[in-house]
């Protein structure tokens, strides 16, 4: 029996085949195709030839025939045509013919070549079907002998000048120049400046696709700072710039835009921003939508509904706030909108520094569009002698005519659906005839309530026949307060409030009405009660009992402290009650709980510009809020930063992880290959969301690589040996890479099984497998003798690297050497590749495949269009 080794070069692997000499060419690729796991349907599709010391032979003949021995150099070379598609949205449809023995890497040329066209970018191919990630081995060393479909993703390290310091990001190039612009941002902690980015003084469109951008691609960009917005404005057929302040709000430039294209005051409008098809929120900032500069905004316009925008401006808390209203409404109808105490506050409106009657009609002041109304909430008393005059005066100029008929109004409530009939003067005031139905209700104040007819709110001051009132016409009313009933020291107490109130603003009026004790409080079991409406809290507990009582476990106590905080991702405002010992931290957990977010999500907190540190005690940071007169600001963070480290060490990456992405998908995206994800002792679910997993912010993750680098030493000389190999190879074919003759592998005084893979024995890389070498009894043959060493040249632009080496050196370890040498950065290693005598060449190789004493080499960059 004969033992020889079959090399197939494609796949980078050598077997060991016992043959007898009667036996054919055909039992050894019987064999082989046997330790390759094929079956049958890739054997009988696969194209096969054998070489025998490099020349081809015929597979039919017989071992004997073939003059195969123990020293014979077999090599199987295998072909399978296999077609390559993948659906990309920009790139359109990619049929690529190739032969599954072909490296994954001559698909990378062909895109680049063929549609990228972009040097020194990075392509991930990933199966569609598994979610494999292919790099540089052949398609069959990933088991792919179909035809199969695929996805890429095609990234690319843009270099960036900023303050003089040439920084880097990692960039999709299919993405717009938007989104590297708020990632530049995001990654220099560049939080209120407006950023471009330019490149040789010419601005670069943040609109723009990097794939379609026309600038050279090797030079950085310049990022600068800006001063202000400037906005490509669309209007219908017409086209506008403008520039306009950093600070701006959407209500402001929607106000300016009707003005420049003269659009009628009562059509809505709104603005678009054309890039992501977004309406812009109208409550909000430019800032806050996140819009660079030199964007294009599309202002569209909709149906004329005879309202206006207005901004209604709190002239002592500042408070702004933005309603739309009927253009025929009069001042007085915007009370409704605004939260006071309509028992003893009333409110006085200013256009202008001008304080005006709240009769007046918004169209008799010539309030335009996106106009600005000032307020005051100020104390009843001190208006009241001066209301009472204006009513008088109005009822004398007003006075109803004889003449005038009774007409019949049916007033309906709203809400109960229960009405009235009555018998009324249409020149009597619409508030007398609500009082006269108001006798059976709850709240008989007519100041609580609102009227409507036909969808049009009516001024309880004004008159039947104002607004075309006739007989058998119907009313509809209703009120949003209710009485509000609580029991406190054996009385029962009554109030009057809005039900769209807090449980605790609602508290507060309560006591401040009653004069109650400060040592009383309601007492509700969950704090996150108090926040909500009294409406909510009715919808949840249909017959609560209001109770004031003074107890150790209601939380509302001398040491707490109420915080109104403003939530930036839903431009609203929370009310919490915190301990004063309690610090920044429980304020982040005490919104991630009433919002409902995931349990491990990132909220910064922030007084004006300072981000306020986890650790700060409430009681610090309420000081703050009243000195710098500041609000304290939430905003939700929607990524991780999770560090990745390797069991070998080899690998040490930190990551963003976006929260609703799979750890599969972070894995994958960041190009991280191992197994067994480990945080905390704990292993984790790599389908799950990161929201899902046990994992906190900047986490320390290990996980097992399927590289390690092995060290191997000659127990006679004392010679080393280092390979870098996979987890999941065997000791038989990493003995075949060193290039000796192993009679046995020692590690921790135990003899190891050779067709054992290296994973089993939990490989300590400080520590050595020691190797016995086999005496060399026969003199091998001419053809596979090899010199004691390699002279390897390689070329590097004008710049020559002249190595001796081993022949069993590996062509991985010479270009990690080179690249090494040449001070580039270590994640690159991938984008470089060596080239021998023209031709890209796998690196898998051994020196000693090429026979020769002295070989040269070139270094270059992948991916040159």
Known sequence: MIKINVGVQQLGIIQSIELYPYQKGTNILQQLFNKLSFNLDIRKNIQSTIKIDNVEVDINKTIEILEINNYSQVEVFLSKRIIIECDHEHLGSIKYNTDVFDQVNLFRIYLVKNFIKINSCEILIINQEDGTLFQNESWGKYGVYQNIKVRIQITKQQKIIFNQVIKEIKIDIFQPVAKFIH???????????????????????????????????EQPWEAEIQKDFIFQIQFEQYNKQITVSQNIEVFDLIGIMRQQFKIENTIPLKLEYKLNKQKLDIDNTIKQECVPTCSQLILIKEPSDNKINVLLLNQKTHIKQLERVAINSILGDLDVLINYDKNTECIQYYVGEQMKDKKQNLQQLNLKSECVIKY????????????????VQIQLVREPSEENSQIKVIFENMYTKQSKQIMISSTCFINDGLQQVLQNEMIKDTSYYQVYFDQQKLYLQARFNQFNIISNSKLSYFTEFVIFSAFVQGQDLELIVDQNLSILQIEQQFKKQHKINQQLFLKIERLQDKNLSLKQLLQKHKNFQFVFQVSSDIFIQ??????????NEINSQIQLQMQNDERGLDICQKIKYNYKLPRNQVIQLYIGERLVNYNETVSLIKNE???KNHQLRAQFIYFLSLQFVSSCGLVQKIVKAQLEDTMEQTIINNSINGYNFICKQQLLDIQQKIKELPIENNAIIKFQSNQIILNFQNDQTGEQHKILTYQDESFEKIINNLGVRINQLMYQNQVLDLTSKIKSINYNPNENIIYNEQPNYHEPSDVIQQPQQVKVTVIIGDKNLTYCVSPSMQLSQLKKDVHSKMQ?????????ALKYQGQFID???QLSSFGKANLEFQYTQLYHS
Do not use: G, H, R
């Not at 400046?193 to 040789?200: A, L």
């Open 376 to 391: 005051l909430i100020e104390n009843k008393q001190k208006v009241e002698q001066f209301e009472k005059q204006k009513i």
């Open 558 to 567: 001398d040491n707490q402290i109420n915080l109104c905080i403003f939530l």
């Open 625 to 627: 809020i009243i000195i």
């Open 824 to 832: 580039k950065n270590p994640d690159a290693l991938s984008k470089y």
């Open 183 to 217: 990632q530049f941002k995001n990654e220099q902690n560049i939080e209120d400046d407006i950023i471009i980015f330019k490149q040789q003084q010419k601005q670069i469109n943040p609109d723009s696709i990097y794939m379609n951008l026309n600038l050279s691609q």
């Open 843 to 845: 690196d898998q190789k």
